[in-house]
C-alpha cells in the first residue's frame, strides 16, 4: 500500500468520524428541542387551565373535602365576635376614598371588625385561588365577603397603589373565574351602590 492510499483511508475514517458525530449532535438537539417544546405546552396548559397562577389549577369538581372546608367555614362565621364585626360591616357604606381609608386605620372603632371581616373572607377566597375548593361551591356559601368587595372595589385602585398592593385580590379572584361568584357580585352592585365622590 502506498503511503497515499495509507492517507486517503485515514482521511476518509476522520470525515466518517466526524460525520458520525455530526449526527449524533444533531439527533440530540432534535431531542432537546421536542423535549423543551412539550414542556412548554405542559406550562401553557397549565397556565390555560386556569388559574392565571403557573403551576395552579382550578379545582373543577368539588368533592366532601370541600363540603367540610364550607361547614367550616360556616361555622366560624357565628362565632360571637364575628358576628359582632360582620353586622358593623354590613352597615359600612363608604362614598368617598377618605371614608374607605379612614375604616383601614387603628384609630376607627371599626378597624378591627374591618380587619376581622376583610382577613377572614380572603382567606376563604384564598382556598379556591390556590386549587384547594372548588371556586363556584365556595361563593355560593361565601358570599357575603363580595359584599364588602363591592363597597370598596370603587376605591382599590388607589389603596393598592398607596398602601397595600394585595388588598382584596382574592375576592377579586374569586369574580373573575367563579361564575356563582360573578352573579352575585353583579346583584350586590345593584344592591350596594352608591354615588362615590372622588
Do not use: C
Not at 40 to 47: C, M, Q, V
Not at 96 to 110: C, G, K
Not at 138 to 164: C, D, N, Q, Y
Not at 185 to 197: D, G, I, N, S
Amino acid at each position: 500500500m502506498s503511503d497515499n492510499d495509507d492517507k486517503g483511508g485515514k482521511k476518509r475514517a476522520a470525515e466518517q468520524l466526524e460525520k458520525r458525530v455530526k449526527d449524533k449532535h444533531k439527533a440530540k438537539h432534535g431531542k432537546d428541542k421536542e423535549r423543551e417544546k412539550r414542556k412548554n405546552k405542559h406550562k401553557d396548559e397549565a397556565r390555560d387551565s386556569h388559574s392565571g397562577e403557573r403551576g395552579v389549577r382550578i379545582k373543577e369538581r368539588a368533592d366532601h373535602h370541600d363540603a367540610q372546608i364550607v361547614l367550616e367555614l360556616y361555622d366560624l362565621r357565628r362565632e360571637a365576635v364575628m358576628r359582632q364585626s360582620r353586622d358593623a360591616l354590613f352597615k359600612f357604606l363608604p362614598t368617598s376614598y377618605e371614608e374607605f381609608l379612614a375604616i383601614t386605620q387603628p384609630s376607627h372603632p371599626d378597624n378591627a371588625a374591618f380587619r376581622q371581616v376583610s382577613s377572614y373572607f380572603e382567606m376563604a377566597y384564598g382556598f379556591a385561588r390556590h386549587g384547594i375548593v372548588q371556586p363556584d361551591v365556595l361563593a355560593e356559601s361565601t358570599a357575603e365577603g363580595l359584599i364588602l368587595f363591592v363597597k370598596v372595589e370603587p376605591f382599590l385602585a388607589r389603596f393598592r397603589a398607596e398602601a397595600s398592593p394585595t388588598a382584596f385580590r382574592n375576592a377579586e379572584w374569586l369574580v373573575a373565574h367563579s361564575a356563582s361568584a360573578r352573579e352575585r357580585y353583579e346583584l350586590f352592585k345593584k344592591r350596594f351602590a352608591r354615588p362615590v365622590r372622588s
